[in-house]
């Protein structure tokens, strides 16, 4: 008890038994441990400048060194041979290399305190000695022929690894084979001898690789004296050894015994002498072979690497030849120092007066020596006072605290020994709990928290946890007390927040200390960045908003990390990179900014990652290796290519380009295209052009660079292959035809010398051709009959023959009239308008017209058509308002019907009709009035979402600009979406009476869903086009945070003030445009028409090509008109000339066209539920009943 109160300390206590092992923080008293020290043997090499023997301890107070040598203490000599000037601090010292020899030996290394002795295991020094060979003088060796012999080397000891070497004086090698062989002890073997044995030079090299020393032998003579028969009758040249039995040379006798240490290599070795050279056969008796063994030096030496106990046994060689056979036995036998079988003993603190076991576990073969040591001193038996030793078990009876102290336990064996330190404290002592007291622990609910409770005393004391100044113990299945004292509590919640009591407790007392918890709400991205596509030299947009603790915010923070490595952001210089209001920006995107971006929100306690894919999308890369080839003919070639990177966006299409030197050198044309996913092109060039090529991609982004020009690829003459196209003939003056048309490209006329054959005759009157030879591209025929039809062929020819044969084309000669252009003179035009006018109403804005055609007769010329016209008088919206909306359309050739779309709905119209020729209009129609029907309103031109909820969203729109009707109110429909298939779970829709309802709270939606939302305006004709609009309803924290920060955010009162303001504009233009009585909505302003015009052309020229080249080359519609009336061609043309419509090419109503039936119904876009019943003609401008 005395020793108790003189420590003054507390010792750790693990908490499982009454003698549990010890565990000492640094600032508590306590025995010496040893903690480092040099392992043995300690091999001094010539080469070292200084050996170094360690030995380090802990312990309080800190430990003293002591050393012996050889079981004696060592006491240090002065420097310099020793530098001892850190043996007291941690017991290390140096040795210099000067004069070591006599430090060779065991030593040992004792760390001591007030409370015990700590000691090391024997660390032997050893300094071996330069190797040498003695000098010696060896007399010849002289053998005979046949017989087997011996050279012994003897090598010196040295430091391992030892290597021999047979050598001449000369360096030579000496040759070994199956007859001559050096063994493991370093001699050289001969089988038998011959004649070329004979030299004076046999010298044996040892090599000591570690200290790198070779040392040599005195050279030995061999000679070797033929060997003679008994008989000299036999000729010498036939003369063969005798066989000689086989016999050993090495080992000796007829048995060996070897005793190797367990996981060393054992080596097995008989070397044969006779003639013939004997065969080594191995086995083991009783057993097969080891897979591990392995035959050297021809079979001579068997070697099994790491020897295990399975390898004990008898081996037997055995060396036949046919003069006989010898045999050698070995006994192997596999032995093994001494090891703990599980681990060394443990250090123990005992209660007063408890027993004391300390097992000394161990094995090895032979059977280990134990030696039992109390503070490096030999322990005695003290049976008066039970205390002994039994076995390999030290046993203290009713232990008192005297008897703590460091115990030694050593097992040895001929192989070697192991040592334990045990250290054993004896003692009482109430608890005392190390932790520091009102300790902080913080932890993100639903996660595991632990709160400690260090504990000191003996004996072992209990810990019991309390919450919030009440006695009663934590109980229940999310709170454990650890093995150490800490209290464990799983999946926290946020009641789990306040002060706990640690209470620890044994016989001698009872200590306390209180731990703070808090519960922090968990750090969640709520918007996470998405996989996004997104276009080379863009701006790329990552989303990353995130909820946290509050009370976390110091220590909050985002960072960006992209394929593993954090993007740097830096304030100082100009970055791509910008980050701000929960978004990373990436400025110019490039194919270097592809890859996965993390989104790591973290804080002090926790994290949350979102991880997105951005994909950067170019044109793609230029082809590479383009390639000519030559198909069957010179003009035909096929060209291949490499495609390069597509950067993520699919190839399209390839488009070939050439370039030729004669005509336009430097200047790329495009020749071909062919499909993405096809890397070859078969071209037909023209002739007599020296060509260049190349390819450049085509994906969604765009098209790429082009790929490098393959070399010049020239093509021979040849006549042209094809005639000229767009023959026009017309009759400009009665008696004379005039022809014309387009001449060949430069590049497609194969060759010099190009020239044209006119040939023409009267249509069904003459057989005979008359034909004429001209450079240039018209010719005029005079004296021609008035208005006859003619057949014309234009045919191409150059210096290597003529095109193909041309197709015939039918022209009229000039008409019997003189027109006047634009001067006030007598012209000829129809005289007769079309009769039997009747409209039909296929939809809301589409008419069906219909007539009786005029008279043959009454064209007076070339019939080229009808034009219709219609007048806009009034809108039903506003019929107080008279308007003077005015357009024509032109129809050509011979029909008696038409189809007029881009009507108003809910309008009064007024329709006439007449026929053209070459020379002008004819006679209007008698006007025929009727009126539209109410249609459905366009799109709503806004719809925005806002104050979302958990259960409701707030929508706000404009109303349609054009309403084409009479607005009744609104059809909404909302469907609930899966965020993760993006399928449609549920759909639902109301009806918003009013016209003038502009915004809707949509109540009894679910919580934390999302929703796509259609609305549409509606008249009494039904609900126009939807306009989409997707949201999300929020969770019950999400919408608190955001009713604690929006109202306050600047930003959201700037945003409902921008939606009032476009909402007022909105309606504004709206009223505007209505009272204006002008153009439609969506009409282009002047000077715009004639571009939407011809873009409609294009669209439909794209779509059918043939058709409209067609419609438009054969029909020049338009082209004269009388007094101002002079519309565009193939456009709606107003008829005051002012307020001209382009709405859609007349191509798009042509015969012959994709929209028309095979009666000339228009089936098209404009096409709806068509209104059943004619409206016949009047004799006024009355109604028209339909």
Sequence with gaps: MRLAVSLQVVLLLFLSSRAVSLSFPLEVEQLPTITSHTS????????????????????NPPPEYRWTKDDLDFIPPKPPIIKSDQLEKDGTFVLQNKSLGRFQGKYRCFASNKL???MTEAIELIVPSMPKFPKETIEPLIVEEGEPFVLKCNPPEGVPPRKIHWMSTGLQHIEQDERVSTGTDGSLYFSHALQKDSREDYCCFADFVRIRTIVQKTAVAVKVEPWTPDYESLDSSTVTLPTRTPRLLLPSGVQTERVLVKGTELQLECIPGGYPIPKIEWMKMGDNLSTRAKLDNFGKLLTIAAVEERDEGKYMCLAKSPAGQAVHYFDVIVEEPPRWLSAPPESHLNVIGSDVHIKCSVSGNPQPDIVWRKNGHIFEDDLLNNKRVLDDTLMLHNALPEDSGVYQCEASNRHGGVLANINVMVMNMAPLILTKAYQEYAVIRNENVSMYCRVFGSPPPTVSWAKNQTPETIEGERFRTLYNGALQISSTEKEDSGEYICVADNSEGKSYITAVLAVKDPTHIVNGPQDMQVISGTTAQLTCQAEYDRSLQDSFEVVW?????????????????????????????????????????????????????????????????????????PRNISLHWEPGSDHNSSVIEFVVEYEESQWEPGKWKELHKVPGNQATAELALHGHLNYQFRVYAVNAVGPGPPSEPTERYKTPPAAPDRNPENVKIQGHLPHQMDIGWDPLLPVEQNGPGLEYKVSYRKLDVDDTWTEHMVKRHSFVVRNTSTFIPYEIKIQSRNSHGWGPEPKTVTGYSGEDVVFRHCLQENVSIPTAAPRDIAVELMNTTVLKVSWTPVPPATVRGHLRGYHVHWLRKRSFLNPDKILDERQTLSFPGKRTHAIVPVLQPYSEYMLTVNVFNKKGNGPSSDPVTFNTPEGVPEQVPILTTSNAQKDSVRLVWGPPLVANGILIGYLLQYHLINETTMEVLN???????????????????????????????????????????????????????????VSTKGWFIGTMCAVALLTLIILTVCFMRRNKGGKYAGMPPPGRQDMLAMDKVKEKEDLHPEEVSQAINEDNFCEYSDGDEKPLRGSLCSLNGDDAVSRDSLVDYADGGGEFSEDGSFIGEYSGHKQEGPVTESNGFGPVTA
């Design 987 to 1045: 759909t639902r829709k109301m009806n918003i009476a009013g016209p003038d309802t502009t915004h809707w709270q949509l109540e009894g939606l679910e919580e934390g869903s999302r929703y796509l939302f259609h609305l549409s305006a509606c008249t009494r004709a039904g609900c126009g086009p939807p306009l989409a609009q997707e949201s999300s309803t929020g969770t019950s924290a999400r919408v608190a945070g955001q009713q604690r920060s």
């Design 40 to 59: 043995g043997p300690v091999i001094v090499l010539p080469y070292d400048n200084t050996v170094t023997i360690k030995c380090e301890a802990r312990g």
């Design 561 to 633: 990390i992209k394929d593993g490595e954090r993007i740097p952001l830096s304030l100082e210089e100009p970055s791509r990179y910008v980050v701000g209001d929960g978004m990373l920006q990436i400025m110019n995107v490039n194919l270097g900014d592809e890859g996965m971006y993390t989104c790591t929100a973290r804080t002090r306690l926790d994290v949350d990652n979102v991880t997105a894919l951005l994909t950067v999308l170019d044109v793609p890369d230029a082809p590479q290796n383009v390639v000519v080839t030559e198909l069957k003919d």
């Design 116 to 118: 015990g002795t700590a």
